[in-house]
Nanobody, 125 residues
Framework: QVQLVETGGGLVEAGGSLRLACATS????????MTWFRQAPGKEREGLAS????????FYDDSVKGRFTISQDEARTTLYLQMNSLKPEDTAMYYC??????????????????WGPGTQVTVSS
């Protein structure tokens, strides 16, 4: 089983930056995806950014493209999300997900087997 724990959330002013981290407890498949999602109250989970560890290759949702950057450490035990130019609409619980099922889209939450408990990001105006 894979255990994920997100850290780095908090309260930040609009235009500010945060860096989220997702630590893994076990080895992550080198050919798999790891993805950041967020979910605001009453809304669906939204895929933000994903990294294909074999490349690496990264993918972004249009809502965060140019502002957020996904990366992974050399040991592939920690996933990062650098968030710049934060907006109030970025306020949500942020989750990392791992072990994507073969096939399906990276931004589809239903194809991931493991999730962290989430870290809250609040952006004030």
């Amino acid at each position: 089983q894979v255990q994920l724990v997100e850290t780095g959330g908090g309260l930040v002013e609009a235009g500010g930056s945060l860096r989220l981290a997702c630590a893994t407890s076990e080895y992550t498949y080198s050919t798999n995806y790891m993805t950041w999602f967020r979910q605001a109250p009453g809304k669906e989970r939204e895929g933000l950014a994903s990294i294909y560890t074999a490349g690496p290759m990264s993918f972004y949702d249009d809502s965060v493209k140019g502002r957020f950057t996904i990366s992974q450490d050399e040991a592939r035990t920690t996933l990062y999300l650098q968030m710049n130019s934060l907006k109030p609409e970025d306020t949500a619980m942020y989750y990392c997900a791992a072990d994507k099922q073969y096939g399906g889209s990276w931004y589809d939450a239903s194809v991931y087997n493991y999730w962290g408990p989430g870290t809250q990001v609040t952006v004030s105006s």
